[in-house]
């Protein structure tokens, strides 16, 4: 095309539009194929909307709405427990409360320390259940179910296991004034012990026990040099026949009731010969109660003849109080402290005098910030039917 012919063509257009096709029919094959593309794109499409056999439509309820709607059994309907093929799965039983069945390999019982022993509001009363009337007065036996007065009896403590000191007054009831002045003034955890001697030990017992105290029962036992050197009437002797001395020993047990068990008043003697000794600890062990010596006597069989004869056994490590001297007092009770420190408790006797009731209290009130822990005598003793 000339150039000037160029210049007057409208822009956008660089050369003649090519020549349209002629439009034709589509053929058979075409019109089928196409059909047959529909026809199975619209197969899919339904088989996709169907639901799923296999699946069940997800369901979204609250914890309320599904326990309301859970399927219930009818009221009157009884389903009778399965018939138990295998051995049964291990059970912890936790005391005091006491289940209708604890036997079996199986159980283990886990007690609380803490939780041991008789409710301090009503601490000062017998449980009849662990009584027995005899000749004597009642006398402290097993329960039925098994319970002993060490258990019963016993006064709660926390259970750990940090630095522990036990301290035991003795020669309780002796004294009108001093056995009132010791109940007032020394802290509950500390456990007394009341001589068979003694006057109104019944009222006595009650006062102390409602204070919070443990108890325990002294016992007198022929010490060298018997009768020069005298524990005074109801003592044990070696001379003595077992039937004898049995029955010198219920007389003691029944003075009173609501004690853990009881502690030697002297007995170097007795406690080393083995035919004397052992009927004694046998009836203890048959009655549930516990036996503290005071550690006096290296020739004492009672640790021995405890473990054979199922008895609780705690054993002192000092008298403090073998000087009544407020000074000489302290050295000992410190001596506790330091020993409670490296193995981890400690246990003192003493006598109910009045020096040695004011020392122990204020010593109690300072050890106590120390991180001691004053705690009964129970709490100490080895027993034999927890191994």
């Not at 349209?20 to 199975?40: D, N, T």
């Not at 069940?56 to 138990?84: D, R, W, Y």
């Not at 170097?268 to 005071?294: C, H, I, K, N, S």
């Not at 040695?356 to 204020?362: D, F, K, L, M, P």
Request: hydrophobic fraction near 40%; charged fraction near 25%.
């Amino acid at each position: 095309m000339p150039l000037d012919k160029q210049i007057e063509r409208p822009l956008g257009q660089h050369g003649a539009r090519p020549a349209r096709r002629p439009w034709s029919a589509p053929s058979v094959a075409q019109i089928a194929g196409a059909a047959s593309l529909c026809l199975v794109a619209a197969a899919g499409l339904w088989v996709a909307l169907l639901p799923d056999p296999w699946r069940q439509p997800a369901e979204i309820v609250s914890m309320e709405t599904a326990q309301q709607s859970a399927p219930q059994p009818p009221a009157e309907t009884t389903v009778a427990p399965a018939k138990e093929t295998t051995a049964p799965s291990p059970s912890i039983i936790r005391a005091p409360e006491r289940p209708a069945d604890t036997s079996g390999p199986n159980v283990i019982v886990i007690r609380d320390p803490s939780a041991i022993g008789q409710d301090l509001r009503v601490a000062h009363l017998p449980d009849r259940a662990l009584l027995e009337q005899s000749e004597h007065g009642p006398l402290p036996v097993r329960a039925d179910d098994g319970r002993r007065p060490f258990d019963v009896y016993a006064r709660p403590w926390s259970g750990a296991r940090g630095a522990r000191v036990a301290i035991v007054i003795g020669g309780m009831a002796l004294s009108q004034t001093g056995t009132q002045a010791a109940i007032a003034k020394l802290p509950p955890e500390i456990t007394l012990a009341f001589a068979p001697q003694g006057n109104s030990i019944g009222r006595w017992m009650q006062a102390a026990r409602r204070e919070g105290h443990e108890i325990l029962m002294q016992l007198p036992l022929e010490p060298f040099d018997y009768p020069r050197v005298n524990p005074g009437r109801d003592t044990l002797t070696t001379e003595a026949s077992t039937e004898q001395n049995i029955d010198t020993l219920h007389n003691v047990l029944g003075r009173t009731t609501n004690y853990v068990g009881v502690m030697n008043y002297m007995g170097a003697r007795f406690t080393g010969e083995e035919t004397a000794f052992a009927p004694v600890m046998r009836d203890l062990g048959a009655r549930g109660l516990l036996y503290l010596d005071d550690g006096s006597s290296a020739r004492s069989l009672a640790g021995e003849l405890a473990a054979k004869n199922r008895v609780p056994y705690a054993e002192g490590d000092t008298t403090i109080d073998q000087r009544r001297d407020r000074a000489a007092i302290l050295e000992k009770l410190d001596e506790l402290e330091r020993t409670a420190r490296a193995r981890g408790f400690a246990l003192g006797t003493g006598s109910a005098f009045d020096v040695t009731v004011e020392t122990v209290a204020s010593w109690v009130a300072e050890a106590r910030k120390r991180g001691i822990e004053i705690v009964p005598v129970s709490a100490l003793a080895a027993d034999p039917e927890k191994r």
